[in-house]
């Protein structure tokens, strides 16, 4: 998406400020407010807002809120007199009052969706699980997460970016998880067991001896059980966003009526397009998303899964509890985790990283569970999994011969 107001055009793909069609100078961060204010030009911004947005929610002074307001509307020929474009309201914030022409056409698209092919294998129990293969390159498989759909992910503008950037340098091995998306949607057992199960099942299919294994949120979890189990297929470990122990089974009282509070989300509006449920959602997942990422939330989730599996899916996944057996994880690890996340906090990225030997913590400047292509951890997160998987799936580490138990040395 590009937007368009005067001769200026913003395109957060590239990050770029185009004046005239050239390429005008602003600084990242004025970039950023810049595209926060034109994306949210219907309503008011407050200062609250733009702290979070661009700050991440570091405390910061009215006269730097100021200084970079002013760069912005400098960056765009407007002033604090004329206000053409950044109107100030006063006592409540700023908003965008310019006319802006969204642009979505097929060159701003990119190419084409790399092709997957779809198959399924039957799980230990019987469940058919739907995997998909794409790419080239080193494996890389993606453990199942809450909630996916194979076919519609791969033109989402909340996931197609983050497949198209994996899909560049690795071979991609993904499936939807029991209970939702192609995976038969009627199975009832969704024990941790299980869906180790469904994950052993789909790399036996796809015929990788050895991968890098990616396990993000709920992922997480089973990713960590998968590699104690098989210390040997495992090369490289990554893990983001996730947790050693579910949200219902922690300690902290507030980590457990959170997971109550989304059980009730989930009850009462899942999948209802421009409903306040998706806005209380996407608050929560990807407070940062515009309105086409944020609205695509209905979609998948209308087109994933029943309600009442998607309830009965959160349930289980927010009991997983891996404490047991996360120390006999030998796999070199990668623990990525958002400073801001609101699903899972940044202490339970420390956590996962405190209990596995020798492992790298990577904290990204975001309050997004998913990170977005449009803000700066887009680029942090990719090069940490970049350079922790080398081309040709080298070991991370230059003393680790590549032998499982090697990141114990």
Known sequence: ?????????????????????Q?????PQVFDLLLHLVTERERIVSQDDLIAAVWNGRIVSDSAINARISAARAAIGDDGARQEWIKT????????????????DAADAGPAPEPHRVAFRRSADGTRIAYA?????????????WLTHL????????????????????????????????????????????????????????????????????????????????????SHLILHGGYEKGRLVREAA?????????????????????????????????PDGDREQIESLADL????????????????????????VIESVAAPTLVLHARSDSIHPLEQGRQIASRIA??????????????????????ALFGAIERFVPEGGRPPFPNQSGLPTSSRD
């Open 301 to 324: 989730q209308r087109l994933t899964t029943s309600p009442e599996n998607a309830a009965a899916l959160r349930a289980a996944v927010d009991r997983f509890d891996v404490s047991g």
């Open 1 to 21: 998406m590009r937007y368009r107001f005067g001769p200026y055009e913003l395109t957060p793909d590239r990050r770029e400020l185009l004046s005239a069609g």
């Open 151 to 234: 076919d519609h992910d791969a033109q989402s503008p909340l996931w197609r970016p983050f497949l198209d950037r994996l899909n560049r340098r690795f071979q991609l091995v993904r499936y939807d998880q029991r209970g939702n998306g192609l995976s038969d949607w009627d199975a009832r057992d969704f024990s941790l067991d299980r869906f180790v199960e469904d994950l052993e099942a789909v790399v036996d299919a796809a015929g990788v001896a050895r991968f890098a294994l990616y396990g993000a949120s709920q992922g997480a979890p089973i990713a960590i059980a998968y590699a104690a189990r098989h210390p040997e297929r495992v």
């Open 133 to 145: 293969t794409s790419g080239s390159g080193y494996p890389l498989v993606k453990a199942g997460n």
């Open 358 to 379: 020798n492992a790298e913590f990577v904290m990204l400047e975001s309050r997004n569970h998913v990170i977005l292509p449009q803000e700066t951890a887009w680029t």
């Open 23 to 27: 390429p005008a100078a602003i600084e």
């Open 89 to 104: 309201i006063r006592g409540r914030g700023f908003r965008f009052v310019g006319p802006v022409e969204a642009i979505a």
């Open 254 to 286: 507030p980590d457990r009526e959170q997971g109550e509070a989304i059980l009730t989300l989930i009850r009462h509006g899942w999948g209802r397009r421009g409903s306040a449920f998706i806005d209380a959602f996407a608050a929560m997942f990807i």
